[in-house]
């Protein structure tokens, strides 16, 4: 295929495909597979497709957005358009994976897309669409099926992340930053997978034996109690899907997470990244929580965007997900702030406002009212966010309050 | 926008765009619109957004497809894939439009891309996709929402269209047939597509005055009766769907047309261009009809494609439209032969296998078997083929065999 840009190594992105089918999906033979892509990533689409079919997949759909289109509606529709979602294709695509789809996201997505739009109409479209898209995201979070997500080096993004490089240099830097922390650079990128998922096994096998009531985060602006989830699970790498398949859901991935309690969470917590949420940069965002809710919310730079994130609903200021990254991570060291969550949230230890995970618990088939009572949380988004650096401590507590030491200086204790 | 090839003027483009949207759907304030496109014509579907948004849309959604994914396919898929199709897709679709959303084709394919593919396997894909998409493509054809049909100068199509030119050349000059063809390039080219309309109306309402029982077709290797539907209607132009928006389905158009008896065609028949489907090229087809039905079929090259096409169901065989055009069509006069039938069939008369229109009868609101007891063909495919030349006379036949000349030597008698 010659749709290259001449900054991005065909080899390596054609192991990048592989790594993503066999690895990130474990797709079965004759299971169908939806990639879910903009069209600025079609030389990935099209070579996970060809990897696809070559591991005996029955059909490849793409369902391709287009970044063009996306701003042509912001420039050109009328108040109204921005409350309608295309329910039609999210109920399709439910259906798909009530079939045993497996679904792959690619993202390599202009981060500041949205930016320069009217931040009301930005946060109308993206309530449209969560509450259009909640069925076939359930059917994700609660892993009906082998799911992954991974990137593409986009230029706009990759612009965004090198902003004093050339656009070609930029590319090429983004590019060898996702092969590197995708472990496509390695001799054997599969055996390489499975070490990296027996390492974090390791840790959720610890954190699972400890059981622990509640963490605490303290730092420079943080001291934060969060709750865990009643019968919680840590996870991390590889998960098992219910259709029984083994998937690695994000490449990359460093982090082990699990669900937090959505009414015990208490103190404050500063962001030490900027989130990049639907095409703005929420950067210096400081929370206070109390009993499990944001009670107030600053930020330096986006303030009325993230306000608007966490009023879509009652869950949206709450916790959905806390996750643990050690600050020594590959994605961390390599320095890059890369405005994209995939792999900011593997550089630092992180929480998610929203939706939480209903297989990081004990027990599995847990029903909807089974998860909140234990104290899942539920809500049409889920953002991660980071609160992990070098400089955070963080113990486990029991339900008496006595503590172990989890993490110091955002590295391991043990 | 700068995402478009030097040879392909924007201006133009631009109009094609507008006269999609105003004339081609009449697309209404608040109406949604579905775009079926592959990746090679987004300059254009960019535009129509763009337009559509303009003009008051809702939520326009692009259903991309990428000719580079259906090649990894045929390259790398297992024989279990060609029968698959995404149904889940396609009773979206059909669920849109059930929701009044209006939807547009934009074709600009590489007429070629599967000719070197297993025709076997074309055949089986061409199948299952005709089987998924039946329920979609009942709701277009019975015209329940305004839809339409236009062109985009893809590479690979300019390249087959005109093969001893530059590439930039070949896009430059599809580019300019399609903008002529199209009527883009009026002062006024919303006025011109009102006045071709009424044109076509007079011709229809001559036809529909007449109440022909059957049309007879003389000309070298052709003597072909084709019964007409009982309380059959002939439309042309812009058609009135069920909504109740007056849309033209095709940009361009010249022809009019009509619903044949499904059992009452018989005779010989050769076709005067090249039949381009599914990526193959099938040229010389001559076949004779026996109480409608295809009894023997032969073709210079293509001959197992077109055997595989009439053989996909019972009514694959039998005619589902019969259209007259003018010999001295602009798009006849143009020479050129476009490999694609929105262009070919608007340069000579034609028949199309398969499915009828069930709005081409003067009752509205037939039921299926009442389409089926006047006569109107139902099948999976819908697929035409061109018999019109400067050679061929046409009469009409009233129930008692007396003849009213309607076409001579390929133009109007009257």
Chains 1, 2 share one sequence.
């Not at 065909?10 to 069209?39: F, H």
């Not at 009325?304 to 020594?328: M, N, Q, T, W, Y």
């Amino acid at each position: 295929m010659t749709d290259l840009p001449p900054s991005i190594d065909s080899d390596r992105l054609d192991r990048l495909a592989e790594v993503a089918v066999r690895v990130g999906l474990n797709l079965q033979p004759g299971q169908n597979l939806v990639i879910s892509a903009s069209t600025g990533t079609l030389p990935l689409v099209r070579r996970v497709a060809a990897a696809a079919y070559r591991a005996g997949a029955g059909l490849v759909t793409p369902m391709l957005t287009d970044e063009a289109v996306t701003l042509a509606r912001f420039t050109n529709a009328g108040e109204a358009s921005f409350d309608v979602a295309p329910g039609w294709l999210f109920d399709g695509l439910a259906a798909a994976l009530d079939q045993n789809t497996a679904q792959m996201s690619i993202r390599g997505d202009d981060p500041m897309l949205l930016a320069e739009q009217d931040p009301a109409k930005v946060a109308r479209q993206g309530k449209a669409n969560s509450i259009a898209s909640r069925p076939a995201l359930e059917r994700i979070t609660r892993f009906d099926v082998n799911w992954t997500v991974l990137a593409y080096p986009g230029t706009a993004w990759a612009r965004q992340v090198f902003p004093h490089l050339t656009e070609e240099e930029a590319v090429a830097s983004l590019a060898e930053a996702i092969f590197a922390a995708s472990r496509v650079n390695k001799a054997d990128p599969v055996s390489a997978w499975t070490a990296h998922s027996a390492a974090l096994r390791a840790r959720t096998d610890w954190l699972n034996g400890q059981a622990f009531h509640a963490l605490h985060y303290t730092g420079p602006g943080t001291d934060l109690t969060i709750g865990l989830a009643d019968g919680h699970k840590w996870q991390g790498g590889s998960s098992t899907s219910r259709n029984g398949i083994i998937c690695n859901p994000n490449i990359p991935t460093e982090e082990v997470f699990t669900t937090p309690h959505a009414q015990r969470v208490d103190g404050v917590v500063k962001a030490t990244k900027p989130l990049a949420h639907q095409g703005n940069v929420i950067d210096g965002i400081e929370v206070r929580f109390e009993a499990g809710r944001i009670v107030d919310a600053r930020a330096k730079s986006g303030e009325d965007a993230f306000k608007k994130l966490i009023s879509i609903d009652d869950g949206a200021a709450r916790l959905g997900e806390v996750a643990l990254v050690p600050h020594s991570s590959p994605i961390s060291q390599s320095g890059v702030l890369f405005y994209n969550t995939l792999f900011d949230e593997n550089a630092a230890s992180h929480i998610a406002l929203g939706q939480c995970y209903s297989e990081c618990f004990m027990q599995s088939d847990l029903t909807k009212e089974q998860v909140a009572s234990q104290g899942g949380n539920s809500s049409l988004i889920h953002v991660d966010w980071m609160i992990g650096s070098g400089e955070i401590d963080i113990d486990g507590l029991d339900a008496n309050g006595d503590s172990t030491p989890v993490m110091r200086q955002g590295e391991w204790a043990s």
